[in-house]
């Protein structure tokens, strides 16, 4: 391991241990299909079998979100019986990865 892999590792290690104290804290995770806008009368029109359009590309990545923060984006996959998302993209600073 070079030096600076060395140095990145202890810089990790420290910044985890700072954060401890906010491991138990539970935060609020929404996986982003997309946003659309509806008239009431679109939307009480609604019934099962009804499809709402997105203005999102299909397979594009999905975006995730933190307390309404974007924080990375994903992509749904099949784990077991369940649906999950995996990441494949978390912005190197904070705010949206677009």
Known sequence: ???????LTARTDAMLRELA???DVSVHITIEVGR????VRDL????????????????????ICVNGIQV??????????????RIVDIPKSGGSTS
């Open 72 to 85: 990375a984006r994903g992509e749904v996959i099949n784990v077991e019986q369940s649906s999950g998302v």
């Open 36 to 39: 659309l806008r509806l008239r």
């Open 21 to 23: 104290t906010v491991y």
């Open 44 to 63: 009480i029109r609604l019934a099962p079998g009804s499809i709402i359009e997105l203005k999102k590309p299909a397979g594009e990545p999905f975006d």
């Open 1 to 7: 391991m070079s030096d600076t892999q060395t140095a």
